[in-house]
């Protein structure tokens, strides 16, 4: 891990750039004399790590104690994409266009994406823990479908929180049965592109005996920021 750029901001965090081979992230960490925990947080479906919500996020869960790291991992924000992966995208900007089901092809999209992001955020986390200023336990925050995996894969997470407003791929969807570690899952009750059944039907399916839903009136983007501190105090429960 090489670290390209640091700045202490007005809130005290530290914020700095670092790449890992070919991955490039932000890691932000708290104003602490002793080792903190590490919160993973990525965004929906590859959306780029200097995402402004990403980072308002990011930001504030700092501030609870937390050191908390984002990637954009292989086809995600900034980093190259496949011929496949940009025909998907632009069959899904057509299909919302035209009104035709767009499950399909966010399979086509979706399911690649978790498969190649999965690994680098396992590389990532080796390189996180190694740090002296990071402890455990590991909390994961954000992309559902890669948070699934990751919960299932990586025994090193202790906890997670979800938003269940990006589509879950059919094999995420059934390892959520597999998924032990606490939940807590935000969810848009007006989402205008995710069913609300089907989240329904996803959170009635982890296999973990302590999974809370959080449900908001609103569309994809109307999450209220009050779940930010709800979702810092599930994570204290579990990581501190």
């Not at 990525?42 to 790590?49: C, D, I, S, V």
């Not at 906890?159 to 094999?171: N, T």
């Amino acid at each position: 891990m090489r670290f390209t750029s640091e700045q202490r901001l007005d809130d005290g965090v530290l914020e700095r750039e670092f790449t890992l081979g070919e991955i490039p992230g932000t890691l932000w960490t708290p104003e602490s004399t002793a080792p903190v925990p590490l919160i993973l947080m990525a965004h929906n479906n590859g959306l780029p790590k200097s995402q402004a919500r990403l980072v308002a996020r990011a930001r504030h869960t700092t501030a609870y104690g937390y050191a908390v790291a984002t990637i954009d991992a292989a086809g995600c924000g900034d980093r190259p994409r496949s011929a496949a992966d940009e025909q998907a995208r632009a069959d899904i900007r057509r299909a919302m266009r035209t009104g035709e089901p767009v499950d399909e092809i966010f399979e086509s999209l979706v399911g690649p994406l978790v498969e190649k992001a999965v690994p680098e955020w396992r590389t990532t986390l080796d390189a996180l823990l190694a740090l002296p200023e990071i402890g455990g336990p590991v909390g994961y925050s954000g992309w559902t479908a890669l948070g699934i995996r990751l919960a299932v894969v990586e025994p090193r997470i202790a906890a997670a929180g979800f938003f269940v407003g990006g589509y879950v791929p059919r094999a995420q969807r059934e390892e959520a049965r597999q998924v032990t570690v606490p939940l807590l899952l935000l969810l848009q009750w007006d989402d205008e592109g995710n069913p609300r059944q089907r989240a329904l039907d996803l959170f009635d399916a982890f296999g973990t005996k302590e999974k809370t839903l959080h449900a908001n009136m609103g569309g994809h983007t109307g999450t209220p920021w009050f779940e930010l501190d709800d979702g810092n105090r599930f994570f204290g429960r579990h990581l501190k």
